[in-house]
């Protein structure tokens, strides 16, 4: 036996004897149920008789499920998450209970932007797969499909008849049978190689630090068309009773995953030029042009930033179809403005990507990752 377990048998048997040596006769708790909300804190209170100050501080307490509500050796007891646990206390033989119900999580989210990752008759029951990706705006997707920033995210993975439409209107149910048209896959956790994934549907708050999931039990949201735009919207349950209502009116970028992707064109700049060109739009923002050039293709990027700012603001910029800070002007291969790549001084459109601009002891340095439109990838730094 190490010394470590030899000292919490010694703890446990001290426990045990200190309680019995007095002879307590009751032990209860001030309460039997506690109805919290996450985050909050309840004291619990250990009622003995006879009142001995000695017992009462050697009292032993513990939860049976800590990812629900955690007590610490006093009887705090911390809402951890929604969910069902029950907090015993113990002296000696005795023991005294307390059932915690930690109430469901409330989530309302607009998103800003969306993504829809197209795989075709991906599971083979002639359906049409493909994972809609909702985002609010702390977060941008690379073309690599990671993400940057922080924020709140939403993973749909949705199946509709097989028509050859990467995204098809309707209303969406919980895959049942074998059916799966107009149906979404609930979210579920799968271990591969000793590493745990996060599948089907899911509501995500991607942090630097890490990813926190809510997975999606059940309810019902619609996709539909408006004009060139999608309208999606819906209330969701959590597995965990979590109610998500969210919302989405906006454009689409999809990428087509049943197709092996395009050669990627990887420039590496040598040469950059920063230029401020103020309210030049008319848009209530300044914009400033950085111009990166790699043999004979040059990169235009045209920032959106606020307009007091005396110097590009440090950040990430994702191309946007409406002007709004952090964010880069789409292209004009008529005019050569906005955000433009030129190869052999012909301009080709970018349809998606970002942009991460940071300075470093006075010197600027770009990471960026965009789609142009005939669908090949450009990367540069």
């Known amino acids: 036996m190490n010394k470590l377990s030899a000292l919490f048998l010694s703890l446990a048997l001290l426990l045990f004897t200190a309680c019995n040596r007095h002879e307590v006769t009751s032990l209860v708790l001030s309460n039997d149920a506690l109805v919290m909300r996450v985050?909050?804190?309840?004291?619990?209170?250990?009622?003995?008789?006879?009142?001995?100050?000695?017992?009462?501080?050697?009292?032993?307490?513990?939860?049976?499920?800590?990812?629900?509500?955690?007590?610490?050796?006093?009887?705090?007891?911390t809402a951890v998450y929604s969910g069902s646990?029950?907090?015993?206390?113990?002296?000696?033989?005795?023991?005294?209970?307390?059932?915690?119900?930690?109430?469901?999580?409330?989530?309302?989210?607009?998103?800003?932007?969306?993504?829809?990752?197209?795989?075709?008759?991906?599971?083979?029951?002639?359906?049409e797969n493909t994972i809609l990706r909702l985002?609010?705006?702390?977060?941008?997707?690379?073309?690599?499909?990671?993400?940057?920033?922080?924020g709140l995210f939403l993973n749909l993975d949705i199946n509709t008849p097989q028509n050859g439409a990467q995204?098809?209107?309707?209303?969406?149910?919980?895959?049942?049978?074998?059916?799966?048209?107009?149906?979404?896959?609930?979210?579920?956790f799968i271990e591969e190689n000793?590493?745990?994934?996060?599948?089907?549907?899911?509501?995500?708050?991607?942090?630097?630090?890490?990813?926190?999931?809510?997975?999606?039990?059940?309810?019902?949201?619609?996709?539909?068309?408006?004009?060139?735009?999608?309208?999606i919207s819906g209330v969701l349950i959590g597995n965990r009773a979590e109610r998500i209502a969210f919302s989405y009116l906006g454009s689409v970028a999809f990428q087509?995953?049943?197709?092996?992707?395009?050669?990627t064109l990887k420039l590496r700049f040598n040469t950059q030029t920063i230029t401020s060109l103020g309210d030049v739009y008319g848009s209530g923002h300044a914009?400033?042009?950085?111009?990166?050039?790699?043999?004979?293709?040059?990169?235009?990027?045209?920032?959106y930033a606020i307009q007091s700012t005396s110097e590009l603001p440090q950040g990430v910029y994702a191309l946007g179809s409406e002007p709004s800070l952090f964010t880069l002007r789409p292209s004009d291969t008529v005019l050569l403005t906005g955000t433009l790549l030129f190869d052999?001084?012909?301009?080709?459109?970018?349809?998606?990507?970002?942009?991460?601009?940071?300075?470093?002891?006075?010197?600027?340095?770009?990471?960026?990752?965009?789609?142009?439109?005939?669908?090949?990838?450009?990367?540069?730094?």
């Open 85 to 127: 646990c029950t907090i015993t206390a113990t002296c000696g033989d005795l023991r005294a209970t307390c059932v915690v119900s930690v109430g469901a999580l409330d989530y309302e989210v607009d998103f800003s932007h969306a993504i829809a990752y197209y795989y075709g008759n991906y599971y083979g029951e002639n359906t």
């Open 344 to 381: 052999n001084a012909v301009p080709v459109a970018l349809h998606h990507g970002s942009a991460q601009i940071t300075k470093h002891s006075g010197i600027w340095t770009v990471n960026c990752s965009f789609v142009d439109v005939t669908g090949r990838i450009v990367t540069g730094q």
């Open 256 to 263: 087509d995953m049943t197709t092996p992707p395009p050669d």
């Open 287 to 303: 914009v400033y042009r950085v111009v990166l050039e790699s043999g004979t293709y040059r990169l235009q990027l045209e920032c």
């Open 167 to 188: 995204l098809t209107g309707g209303k969406y149910v919980k895959a049942t049978g074998r059916d799966k048209s107009f149906s979404f896959a609930a979210g579920n």
């Open 194 to 231: 000793n590493a745990l994934y996060v599948v089907g549907s899911f509501l995500g708050s991607y942090q630097p630090n890490g990813l926190g999931v809510v997975l999606v039990e059940d309810s019902t949201f619609s996709i539909e068309q408006a004009g060139a735009d999608w309208r």
């Open 135 to 150: 985002l609010d705006d702390g977060l941008t997707v690379g073309v690599d499909g990671v993400m940057q920033g922080a």
């Open 39 to 77: 985050g909050e804190s309840r004291q619990l209170e250990a009622i003995i008789l006879p009142l001995s100050s000695s017992i009462y501080n050697i009292v032993y307490w513990k939860s049976s499920d800590y990812s629900v509500a955690s007590v610490d050796y006093r009887g705090n007891v």
